[in-house]
T-cell receptor, first 117, second 112 residues
């Protein structure tokens, strides 16, 4: 168990448009999901923590109005990149923490590569 | 915030060789996690450590939670080409909350 999916796996969009990325925990429930951004040859950078039924908590420097997060159910969180620009091009990865776990283990999705032209 | 320092940053080894990498912090961690990321994929959890001194194996992988709680080690024995990837250590900063902080990663390349 502990499978996390992301959709789409890759997306190309024009500058100024919005893109929605879905993150689903397939075989477990997750009260908390996380959104990361990763640049080439770099580590994962936490963008925000998504809590089911409440507002997301954003890391310092991450614009909450630009990166909209919704966690409407125990198995789904979405990240919407609004008015995307070329500098938003990156690899976005979500992770989920199992509801029954008292540990810190996070299970990651396969990632979404966003290219803004 | 708390940082995790991983070394080496990259390794290029011959198939069959053993590999050792480590992760250090200036602060105490109560949990250490080791992940592997293949190109274009999300990280996969390899080993989780919860007690100082703990030694845990997963196949050819062995990880240890340092006694000082400020470091952790990952060893890979008899490396094979599919071990190629980036290995990340991670732990909860301030040992509180749900979030993880990640090390910079060790990029492993294996020559057949």
């Amino acid at each position: 168990g502990a499978v996390v999916s992301q959709h789409p796996s890759w997306v190309i969009c024009k500058s100024g448009t919005s893109v929605k990325i879905e993150c689903r925990s397939l075989d477990f429930q997750a009260t908390t999901m996380f959104w990361y951004r990763q640049f080439p040859k770099q580590s994962l950078m936490l963008m925000a923590t998504s809590n089911e039924g409440s507002k997301a908590t954003y890391e310092q420097g991450v614009e909450k109005d630009k990166f909209l997060i919704n966690h409407a159910s125990l198995t789904l969180s979405t990240l919407t990149v609004t008015s995307a620009h070329p500098e938003d091009s990156s690899f976005y990865i979500c992770s989920a923490r199992r509801i029954r776990d008292s540990s810190y283990e996070q299970y990651f999705g396969p990632g979404t590569r966003l290219t803004v032209t | 915030g708390q940082q995790l320092n991983q070394s080496p940053q990259s390794m290029f080894i011959q198939e069959g060789e053993d590999v050792s990498m480590n992760c250090t912090s200036s602060s105490i961690f109560n949990t250490w996690l080791w992940y592997k990321q293949d190109p274009g994929e999300g990280p996969v959890l390899l080993i989780a450590l919860y007690k100082a001194g703990e030694l845990t194996s997963n196949g050819r992988l062995t990880a240890q939670f340092g006694i000082t709680r400020k470091d952790s080690f990952l060893n890979i024995s008899a490396s094979i080409p599919s071990d190629v990837g980036i290995y990340f250590c991670a732990g909860p900063p301030n040992n509180a909350g749900n979030m993880l902080t990640f090390g910079g990663g060790t990029r492993l390349m294996v020559k057949p």
